[in-house]
């Protein structure tokens, strides 16, 4: 089953990053954020990846590239212009890079991915900035027992803020959980049918906005209940949280060897 990743968002809130990069390169453990998703789906076997492009979309094409290179012992034969190498990253991933624009909205981009995704049938599809834990197989299995175009995962996301339980004016409780009293949001990490792509108008479509509601009124969309870890990057303190995880050891992600 193919991967839809889209990676051309500005990433305005991480601006002090993103002003050289993209959003989805902004690391974690020495690695791209899009890395460690790339790799969680890489543990359930799906490998087969196709990445929409557009702010600074060629910073994206340039790690890939390198990647394999970088992450190799090598031997370079000036006299022959030939570069051998030894060993290395042991990814078994096939990446089509597409670009989608600079000013592309969410559903456009899904919509221009259409002839590298929807040609092969079902297909899983998440944004570049968030990870999570959830049990990929059971997703798609979910999705097919259902028959229905589109299924989104729900999830709790934990608090922005500290959550306060007073009695008159002292702090009897102060926690860090998640929102379960607000209720289940969309998570990304979606698994979609090719109609799904009859759904979207053209380049200015938010997926979030008409797709997804035309989707829910005409009974297409399925919610997963993912009550494990997920989070998204999109702030410096989201970034931090991420990198404290991974420096802990204790990254619920982290699945792979």
């Keep these: 089953m193919k991967v839809g990743i889209l990676a051309g968002g500005l990433g305005s809130r991480l601006a002090e990053e993103t002003v050289i990069k993209p959003k989805p390169m902004i690391e974690i453990g020495n690695r791209p954020i899009i890395w460690h998703i790339m790799k969680y789906y890489a543990h359930f076997q799906f490998t087969d990846f196709t990445i929409a492009l557009g702010y600074k979309g060629e910073y994206i094409k340039r790690w890939l590239v390198d990647y394999a290179a970088l992450t190799s012992d090598l031997t370079v034969s000036l006299r022959q212009s030939a570069v051998e190498r030894h060993g290395g990253t042991s990814e078994d991933w096939r990446v ?41 197989n059971a997703l798609r299995d979910f999705h097919r027992s259902h028959g229905r175009i589109a299924t989104l995962t729900a999830v709790r996301p ?73 989070q998204c990057m999109d702030t410096v303190r989201d970034r931090k949280l991420l990198q404290s995880l991974w420096d802990g050891g204790c990254a619920p992600w982290k699945v792979w060897d």
């Design 96 to 136: 089509n890079l597409v670009d989608t624009g600079q000013n592309t909205a969410t559903g456009g981009r899904i919509r221009r991915l259409a002839p590298w995704l929807g040609d092969a049938g079902t297909f899983m599809l998440t944004w570049g900035d968030g990870v999570a834990d959830i049990d990929l």
């Design 158 to 230: 934990p608090a922005r803020f500290g959550h306060l339980e007073l009695a008159g004016d002292q702090i009897v409780e102060f926690s860090e959980k998640p929102q379960a009293g607000e209720g289940w949001i969309n998570g990304a990490f979606f698994v979609l049918e090719p109609q799904v792509f009859d759904y979207i108008a053209g380049d200015d479509t938010q997926f979030e906005k008409e797709p997804l509601e035309r989707l829910a009124k005409d009974g297409q969309l399925m919610a997963y209940r993912h009550g494990g870890f997920w």
